[in-house]
């Protein structure tokens, strides 16, 4: 275990620590297990959108399961709801349940249920089990609410309730539970599948106390907190420190296709990090908000992978360790009334991904951390709920959980193609064949799709694309779309590399796919079918398919890491032969040049058109600040680098920021490198063949450059309007 001497041995000696925290890990997996096999719901049982967790007395998160980590990590704000909302009313064989943003949910369709564990009397430790429904009511399928301007307009809002009183289960509370769902059966079973889970969980901890008694359980709770945030204290130590910014965009509210400004400004102070979110946008009329516990778990969805990639995932200890700054009444802290029902997949995602963006820059700038930097990936859904009825006139809903991107390239290799989400690390993608005989559609082609990753010295991974037809269904199927990163990128690279693609939804009207299947041919792209029309959905939109119709569905691809030009051209090729990029993208985003038919690289004609590429943006670009100091030299001992091409290095005047391949000077390592750099412009549109389907966006990519050599070192997406100035980082040395 790293850094074992940092555990305190004042209560428990180190063997039965070791034996009861692995023992208690292994109890919330099991948790996890018996749910996920007694659930009723593709999501969950298939996908694995549900988590669990083990809470010390006071509701502070010990362990999150390996699913969606923020739904656990909210599970704090549950308990803690509870706590207050039911003091002195929390009994021997109670559980609760919720949805409501405002006491701990996320959104309301994930349901929460928290059962209070007692020993002879005392209060000793909680356990929690969040799930996503696939329907709680509302005006839409899936009650993704599209449409609605406030929570009046969504799904029903149940504040903390037991479901379970003193061992006898509220048939009361089930029934209005029920009574509000098109999908009944699925959420009873869901209900009883995190009940029985949690009644052996809380055996499972009753035993603990029997074979340990009661005083060393209630240690090893201390013991583990205690663990984790010191650990996590001493690593946020040796990182440098300063401020680390990021800006994001948020598209379409579900009303309408506004885009609305996330921002972050990260300070890491000796072995604490605040993350002020002063600045982003008011909330939304829509549904794209997330109240406070959705901010939380964006935040701590991304740090408890890569802060405590090798301790207990104990979100209690790690709040400890930050502090949240967050204006109410924002998109990404909102007050009631505020439209929550997509929060999940809107506000508390690109809340992560600002986490994310600027964690990635910090990491690069510790040589014992920089193996931890990862691109944006999974930026944010591209999913749809289909809804209807099958031949025999039974109902269904389905939420279409297939939407894979690909993972964000590392500081030392490529990212991982059609990965899934870093902050969801056993969510996984349906069996096609379970989905077919479940609902009446039929998959045509689900693959990876080519030139959706972000260039650079290591690319991202490339995402999914996938094509669905009704198939058996008694009358047309009705569709919600819910995405984002439709006007803009989500998948932003690090370090120079460039961002991922866009996300699309395409509905091909009356098309010939049947008379091709009956004639033995598969369609394997959008191009290989013919149709009366296509029609492209608004990032949030509803709509219906009828017996004709196609669905093709892709995802955004993961962000790169450095500087395309850098790419040895060898490895391009092998991306080519591979698939995932095509020639095209091979030469206008690598200046590589194939030959003989595209089997090998032309060395001399690649090395002429990456210095065509190089000399065009010091050509083109232009300059955000003057010389700091024109010939000062940055040839001193390097302190540390800053990213992949930026260094720190000593000199006479300080520390001081500059280009490690051609020594140009930036300014005193506590300038914002971005103050003097070359700056060039990008159209979205221009960066892949998958962006060629971009609706018209004031959007644009902003690449900075050294301006002594042309070496990208920081790339963002920003409004066009606003200004390139915005800053990157200050170091405080």
Known sequence: MENSPEIKTGTIDRVTFEVLRHRLWEINDEMGLIAGQISGSPAVYESGDFNTAILTADGKGLFTGVYVIRQAAALDVVIQSVLASHAGDIHDGDMFMTNDPWHGALHAMDYAVACPVFWEGQLVAWTGIVMHEMDVGGPRPGSWSVGAANSFEECPLMPPVKIINAGVFNKDVESIFLRNTRTPAVNALNLRAKISAQQTTSERLRQIIREYSLAVFLGVQDQILDYVRRTVRKRLARLPDGIWYANGLLDHDGVSNHLYKMKLAMTKSGERLSFDFTGTDRQAPGSINCAWSGLLGGVTQVLLPLLCFDLPWSHGALVDCIEIIAEEGTINNASFPAGTSMATLNASQSTGNLVWETMARLYGCSE???????????????????????????????????????????SFRDGVNSCGNLIAPSYGIPNVERIEGLLPVLYLYRQEKQDTAGAGLYRGGVSLEYMITPHGASSDIQAVFFASGYSHIETKGVAGGMPGSIQRNFLLRQSNVHELLQQGKIPLSLDDLSCARIDVPEAKDVGKLAANDVWVNFCAGGGGYGDPLQRP??????????????????????????????????????????????????????????????????????????????????????????????????????EDPRQRALLVEQSLASLSAPNRYLLQAPVVVRKYCCPGCGTQFSVDVQLHADDPRSPEMALHL
């Open 368 to 410: 014992d951390l920089r193996d931890e930097v990862i691109a944006l990936g999974y930026g944010g859904a591209n999913m749809a709920v289909l809804a209807g009825q099958k031949a025999d006139g039974k109902p269904f809903v389905n939420m279409f959980t297939d939407s894979v991107g690909g993972g964000g390239a590392r």
């Open 569 to 670: 051209a060898q490895q391009v090729l092998l991306d080519v032969e591979g698939g995932f990029c095509s020639a095209d993208e091979a030469s206008g985003s690598y200046g590589v040049v194939l030959a003989a038919g595209g089997a090998t690289v032309d060395a001399e004609a690649s090395a002429a058109a990456r210095a065509r590429l190089r000399q065009a943006r010091l050509d083109s670009g232009k300059r955000l600040g003057p010389d700091w100091l024109p010939g000062a030299s940055f040839k001193g001992e390097q302190l540390f680098r800053a990213g992949e091409t930026m260094a720190v290095r000593a000199s006479a005047h300080g520390p001081l920021l500059g280009c490690t391949v051609c020594e140009h000077v930036m300014g005193p390592a506590n």
